[in-house]
């Protein structure tokens, strides 16, 4: 599987402003997708973002809020805008596995956002 | 609604035995069935996917997977404390290309 790097890790942020996450992966993928996980919630999918077109938001997700990039094969960003305390969560990248056509997905290690 | 279901327990088994997580869905275009793991603090690892009616084994680790009953299982024998973890569920394909469906996964605790 490919090898997914994140970052920040983990940040603390004051509400009202807005953080960058970047997603970084080791080869290139067609489809990358973002994820929000809130305590000891399961993982809600924000938006799927394929390389040259715009990212595809699920339900009660907007672009305002969190505006997607993916100016290549291999990388991504979520940034999450004017945040409030109910933004704090775990963000997480996932990309598709290659090969099987299966759909797996494999998620990098997550960004804690804490919002103060 | 897409959905898929999960007792979130906590399942408590004693080292050893067998475990038994049990996910169904809703969703009848769904085509492949994810087992993840999720230790506490770290972001969810893929350990089984099955799309084929019938029983799929990997080492301790076998997925099962009816159909007609939209029903998924993931049994873990001779479960160790470092199995100790929340396994989720998730659906993928059929209508949601590409997008996976999250149960709301299971507290497993394996005690020596």
């Known amino acids: 599987s490919a090898v997914i790097s994140q970052k920040p890790s983990r940040d603390i942020c004051q509400r009202g402003t807005s953080l960058t996450i970047q997603c970084q992966v080791d080869s290139q993928v067609t489809m990358m997708f973002w994820y929000r996980q809130q305590p000891g919630q399961s993982l809600t999918l924000i938006a799927t973002a394929n390389q040259g077109s715009e990212a595809t938001y699920e339900s009660g997700f907007v672009i305002d809020k969190f505006p997607i990039s993916r100016p290549n094969l291999t990388f991504s960003t979520l940034t999450v805008s004017n945040m409030s305390p109910e933004d704090s969560s775990i963000y997480l990248c996932s990309v598709e596995g290659p090969g099987s056509g299966q759909y797996e997905q494999y998620f990098g290690p997550g960004t804690r956002l804490t919002v103060t | 609604q897409k959905e898929v279901e999960q007792n979130s327990g906590p399942l408590s088994v004693p080292e050893g035995a067998i475990a038994s997580l049990n996910c169904t869905y809703s969703d009848r275009g769904s085509q492949s069935f994810f087992w993840y793991r999720q230790y506490s603090g770290k972001s969810p690892e893929l350990i089984m996917f099955i799309y084929s009616n019938g029983d799929k084994e990997d080492g301790r680790f076998t997925a099962q997977l009816n159909k007609a009953s939209q029903y998924v299982s993931l049994l873990i024998r001779d479960s160790q404390p470092s199995d100790s973890a929340t396994y989720l569920c998730?659906?993928?394909?059929?209508?949601?290309?590409?997008?996976?469906?999250f149960g709301q996964g299971t507290i497993l605790t394996v005690h020596p």
């Open positions: 998730a659906a993928g394909g059929g209508t949601s290309y590409g997008k996976l469906t």
